[in-house]
């Protein structure tokens, strides 16, 4: 067969991702308090673009859709289902999934309300600095001991790391403070029950201990892979089985609730200044329905000063790299602020999907709240996910009812035992909140005795959610629960 060159047509189709539309997709994914320091160096960068703000007055500046971000946009949930059919190209490309893998969230996670309650706002949660572990170990010791254990115990908590660690030889101590070395043990013993479990360890072996005592799993056998930790980290797992006398099945198990430990406890706290959420959006109840509103307090009224524009136009002469970097810098001002009013649109459209579908929890509260997926809200609005990912990453909506993220009003959804649907894993943790605040401190209920509480009254959940939801609220195990209101009371 003879070689030689040949001429050939193909033909195919590709993405391409221009740097107009990748911009697009960053300002789509920015908060308001992000594309406020975006905008900053964009006027910085661009002689074209103006603020109303800068001189008082915008008669030099363009009319019409560059002009379209100075109102804060609003829309009742009519508005936004008469706009699904209206977008124009720019809507398009934002919704293309260019990025989809990158900006994909799990729409069952990371769905954290700001409220202390799910019902308010905590102002309590936001207003000053969080104590330190010092702090929180000093309040706990005013309530525990008198005396002469509590100048010691204020001398052990001294000793405390940040980490949750004693770096102190109790031998020492009692000698330095005339004491006996048993009330030294004592009363450092009554702290390793305080919060944070683990606290007040001398090795990591003891905070392991502590804590798997916290939850009642301080058997013989996870005593003894306490013990052996080395063993553990090695992953020396048949001599493990044969030290601690277990099978696969049960050394798979407390492997599992030994990474639930905490290492280093006291790193949870600090001294540091909770920081404020500015809300990006704002839900307000009209006599025509429910109206969403962007903040647009934190972003500056974006104008293409046209004016300007033909000053330097007239001044350039016939130099055809002065017009043409004029005009690029034209083509650009107009692309952002006709971006930016799309962007706000797009947010608009599908924080109103968000309340049209869960207006049960904006009526009534997190018991009612619905089973939302991205995709639920996607086909609504008739984008794809990855657009509705990237509009609810780091954005916060604001209502009667507190402030929230908007990936709060995401939730897997938890099968009903009367067949009447499912319910919003939300509504059920709210749940799992009533009644473990309603405790009496001699009827504390276990997470078996909470699964089937929740079952009676129709929700098919097993233990281990419970566990899972009770832990991400942040409560502790029933002997945990137990001892707190004991010391209370």
Same mark, same amino acid.
């Given at each position: 067969?003879?070689?030689?060159?040949?001429?050939?047509?193909?033909?195919?189709?590709?993405?391409?991702?221009?740097?107009?539309?990748?911009?697009?997709?960053?300002?789509?994914?920015?908060?308001?308090?992000?594309?406020?320091?975006?905008?900053a160096d964009a006027l910085e960068g661009n002689p074209l673009l103006d603020t109303a703000s800068n001189d008082g007055e915008d008669g030099g500046s363009d009319a019409g859709p560059e002009q379209a971000d100075d109102?804060?946009?609003?829309?009742?949930?009519?508005?936004?289902?008469?706009?699904?059919?209206?977008?124009?190209?720019?809507?398009?490309?934002?919704?293309?999934?260019?990025?989809?893998?990158?900006?994909?969230?799990?729409?069952?996670?990371?769905?954290?309300?700001?409220?202390?309650?799910?019902?308010?706002?905590?102002?309590?949660?936001?207003?000053?600095?969080?104590?330190?572990?010092?702090?929180?170990?000093?309040?706990?010791?005013?309530?525990?001991?008198?005396?002469?254990?509590?100048?010691?115990?204020?001398?052990?908590?001294?000793?405390?790391?940040?980490?949750?660690?004693?770096?102190?030889?109790?031998?020492?101590?009692?000698?330095?403070?005339?004491?006996?070395?048993?009330?030294?043990?004592?009363?450092?013993?009554?702290?390793?029950?305080?919060?944070?479990?683990?606290?007040?360890?001398?090795?990591?072996?003891?905070?392991?201990?502590?804590?798997?005592?916290?939850?009642?799993?301080?058997?013989?056998?996870?005593?003894?892979?306490?013990?052996?930790?080395?063993?553990?980290?090695?992953?020396?797992?048949?001599?493990?089985?044969?030290?601690?006398?277990?099978?696969?099945?049960? @050394?798979?198990?407390?492997?599992?609730?030994? +990474?639930? !430990? $905490?290492?280093?406890? /006291?790193?949870?706290?600090? #001294? *540091?200044?909770?920081?404020?959420?500015?809300?990006?959006?704002?839900?307000?109840?009209?006599?025509?329905?429910?109206?969403?509103?962007?903040?647009?307090?934190? @972003?500056?009224?974006?104008?293409?000063?046209? +004016?300007? !524009? $033909?000053?330097?136009? /007239?001044?350039?002469?016939? #130099? *055809?790299?002065?017009?043409?970097?004029?005009?690029?810098?034209?083509?650009?001002?107009?692309?952002?602020?006709?971006?930016?009013?799309?962007?706000?649109?797009?947010?608009?459209?599908?924080?109103?999907?968000?309340?049209?579908?869960?207006?049960?929890?904006?009526?009534?509260?997190?018991?009612?709240?619905?089973?939302?997926?991205?995709?639920?809200?996607?086909?609504?609005?008739?984008?794809?996910?990855?657009?509705?990912?990237?509009?609810?990453?780091?954005?916060?909506?604001?209502?009667?009812?507190?402030?929230?993220?908007?990936?709060?009003?995401?939730?897997?959804?938890?099968?009903?035992?009367?067949?009447?649907?499912?319910?919003?894993?939300?509504?059920?943790?709210?749940?799992?909140?009533?009644?473990?605040?309603?405790?009496?401190?001699?009827?504390?209920?276990?997470d078996d005795a909470i699964a089937k509480k929740l079952a009676a009254e129709g929700h098919d959940i097993a233990r281990r959610t419970v566990v899972k939801y009770r832990e991400s609220m942040g409560y502790g195990s029933?002997?945990?629960?137990?001892?707190?209101?004991?010391?209370?009371?």
């Amino acid at each position: 067969m003879a070689l030689g060159p040949r001429l050939d047509l193909r033909q195919s189709q590709s993405l391409v991702m221009t740097p107009q539309l990748q911009q697009a997709i960053k300002l789509l994914a920015l908060s308001n308090l992000e594309l406020e320091s975006y905008l900053a160096d964009a006027l910085e960068g661009n002689p074209l673009l103006d603020t109303a703000s800068n001189d008082g007055e915008d008669g030099g500046s363009d009319a019409g859709p560059e002009q379209a971000d100075d109102a804060p946009v609003e829309m009742t949930l009519v508005e936004a289902d008469q706009a699904l059919s209206s977008d124009g190209g720019t809507a398009a490309d934002l919704d293309a999934d260019y990025m989809s893998e990158q900006f994909h969230h799990d729409s069952a996670s990371d769905c954290v309300g700001l409220s202390g309650d799910g019902e308010g706002i905590d102002f309590d949660g936001f207003a000053g600095a969080a104590p330190t572990l010092h702090e929180h170990l000093l309040a706990q010791v005013g309530e525990v001991f008198d005396g002469v254990e509590a100048m010691l115990a204020q001398q052990l908590v001294a000793m405390i790391d940040e980490a949750g660690y004693l770096r102190a030889d109790l031998v020492d101590m009692a000698q330095r403070l005339g004491v006996p070395l048993a009330l030294v043990e004592d009363t450092l013993a009554r702290l390793q029950t305080f919060d944070p479990s683990g606290v007040g360890a001398r090795d990591l072996s003891e905070c392991i201990a502590i804590q798997a005592r916290e939850a009642d799993r301080y058997d013989p056998a996870m005593a003894r892979m306490i013990a052996n930790l080395d063993l553990v980290a090695k992953g020396a797992f048949p001599q493990l089985k044969r030290i601690c006398g277990v099978d696969d099945e049960d @050394l798979a198990d407390m492997i599992r609730e030994l +990474r639930s !430990y $905490n290492p280093k406890p /006291g790193l949870r706290f600090g #001294g *540091g200044a909770a920081q404020a959420v500015v809300p990006d959006l704002y839900v307000r109840r009209t006599k025509a329905g429910w109206a969403v509103e962007v903040n647009s307090a934190t @972003l500056p009224r974006l104008l293409v000063n046209r +004016r300007y !524009y $033909n000053e330097l136009s /007239g001044g350039a002469g016939r #130099g *055809g790299k002065n017009k043409a970097w004029l005009s690029e810098q034209l083509a650009s001002a107009n692309w952002l602020v006709r971006a930016l009013d799309q962007r706000q649109r797009t947010i608009v459209k599908v924080a109103s999907a968000i309340v049209k579908q869960q207006e049960g929890f904006f009526l009534h509260g997190v018991a009612h709240m619905r089973p939302l997926t991205l995709r639920q809200v996607a086909e609504e609005i008739e984008m794809h996910e990855s657009t509705v990912s990237r509009v609810t990453s780091n954005k916060y909506l604001s209502c009667a009812r507190g402030l929230f993220e908007l990936k709060y009003f995401f939730s897997s959804g938890i099968s009903a035992t009367a067949g009447d649907g499912a319910v919003s894993a939300e509504a059920v943790k709210s749940r799992i909140r009533a009644l473990i605040e309603a405790e009496e401190p001699k009827a504390i209920l276990s997470d078996d005795a909470i699964a089937k509480k929740l079952a009676a009254e129709g929700h098919d959940i097993a233990r281990r959610t419970v566990v899972k939801y009770r832990e991400s609220m942040g409560y502790g195990s029933s002997v945990q629960r137990r001892r707190q209101k004991a010391l209370a009371g």
